[in-house]
């Protein structure tokens, strides 16, 4: 049987993509590896906790000690990486737990993977799940492609532009096996509600402002969920050794416009007039060093792994909306605890 370790399989694409791990591989062992911190939550998936090929440990990828030992007792074969702290706005307030995670936590899991492969690294597979962000800001023209230089902005991309350089860093000195892929904007169920999407769609069940930073005229390639996990699923089954590749939607929206669209979506599915949920809308200070536009070009995992997305954005915002009105205990368990108070410190003012 081979041994997997998902980290941050709690987390939102982490859940996801152990979700379809579990049930389509019953021959691999999956274990899945998370610290439960704010964005952590075992009820994003308590479909398949029970299934016998599935093990969670409750674990720091920042402790070295406890990864080293972790890799040791159960000799994984493959990795997949997600583990990270993921919100933009929080790496402002506090670049250095971003710095812990996303690097020294992936400096972690590529010491302790290197350990136990050292002697035999034929079918052992670290993969890195990394993002778009690490480019940089585009203008209004052009695509991010393999090639495009790293150019991050903000301290969060910074931290996983600095990770992704380890795992390459890895490959050429170790000759580590990874593969490595960059994806756009993800959406969807178990999505926390701090992230654009699914902090709008409470807020507006919540009759609360829509904070729109600076003018709105932000632009960003939104990517269904399900259809990231699937690309995932592929690139580690089928990637080429030490290659990376690009992840989007082919589809960009200026931040305004999806925030229209998502209040037409809620006035339909609440019964309330056309025009009200637009009323929230509040343009608020803009993020300090707020990246433009990102636009993936996914044409290289197209051709070569045969990918693509498989819903559209409208189909994907309506099944996210609907999830996010059947599921508000998840939604109300959320904003009821700690994300409760950091959200009204944030906007306090
Ligand atoms: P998330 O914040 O929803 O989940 C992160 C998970 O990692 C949580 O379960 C958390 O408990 C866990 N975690 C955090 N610190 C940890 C630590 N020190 N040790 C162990 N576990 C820890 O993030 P997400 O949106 O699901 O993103 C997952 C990965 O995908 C990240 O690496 C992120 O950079 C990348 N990514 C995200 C997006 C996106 O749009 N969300 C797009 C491209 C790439
Ligand atoms: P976000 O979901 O935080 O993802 P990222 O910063 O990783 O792209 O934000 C998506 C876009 O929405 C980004 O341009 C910032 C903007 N945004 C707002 O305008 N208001 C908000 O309250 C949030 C959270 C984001």
Excluded at 16 to 29: D, I, S, W
Excluded at 201 to 225: C, H, S
Aim: charged residues 20%.
């Amino acid at each position: 049987m081979k041994k997997i370790v998902i980290t941050g399989g709690a987390g939102f694409i982490g859940s996801h993509v152990v979700r379809l791990f579990v049930k389509k591989y019953p021959e691999y062992q999956i274990f899945n590896l998370d610290a439960l911190t704010y964005a952590g939550n075992l009820e994003n998936i308590t479909d398949i906790e029970n299934e016998p090929n599935y093990t969670f440990v409750k674990g720091d990828i920042v402790d070295a000690a406890f990864i080293d030992a972790l890799f040791a007792e159960h000799q994984f074969d493959g990795v997949l990486h997600l583990a990270a702290e993921s919100h933009v706005d929080r790496s402002i307030t506090d670049p250095l737990s971003f710095v812990k995670t996303n690097v020294i936590g992936t400096m972690n899991l590529l010491n302790a993977a290197k350990t136990i492969w050292k002697d035999d690294m034929e079918g052992k597979r670290f993969y890195h799940i990394s993002t778009d962000e690490v480019y940089g800001s585009l203008g209004a023209e052009g695509l991010f492609t393999e090639t495009t230089a790293y150019d991050p902005n903000s301290p969060y991309s910074a931290s996983k532009a600095s990770s992704d350089h380890f795992v390459r860093a890895y490959g050429e000195t170790y000759g580590l096996p990874y593969v490595l892929t960059n994806c756009s904007n993800n959406y969807g169920p178990f999505h926390f509600p701090e992230k654009l999407i699914p902090l709008f769609i409470n807020n507006i069940i919540q009759n609360k402002p829509l904070p729109v930073y600076g003018n709105g005229k932000y632009t960003r390639d939104w990517l269904f969920v399900e259809d990231h996990a699937v690309a995932i699923d592929l690139v580690f089954h089928e990637g080429v050794n030490h290659d990376t590749y690009n992840i989007g939607g082919f589809n960009e929206w200026q931040n305004i416009d999806l925030v229209k669209l998502l209040c037409k979506i809620m006035d339909e599915k609440l019964g309330r007039e056309a025009g009200t949920s637009e009323q929230l809308i509040s343009y608020v200070k803009d993020r300090p060093g707020h990246d433009l536009r990102y636009a993936i070009d996914a044409n290289k995992i197209n051709k070569e792994l045969g990918w693509k997305p498989s819903v559209t954005f409208e189909e994907g915002l309506e099944k996210t909306v609907n999830w996010y009105l059947d599921n508000q205990t998840w939604l109300n368990n959320i904003t009821s605890g700690e994300y409760a108070t950091y959200y009204e410190k944030q906007y306090a003012n």
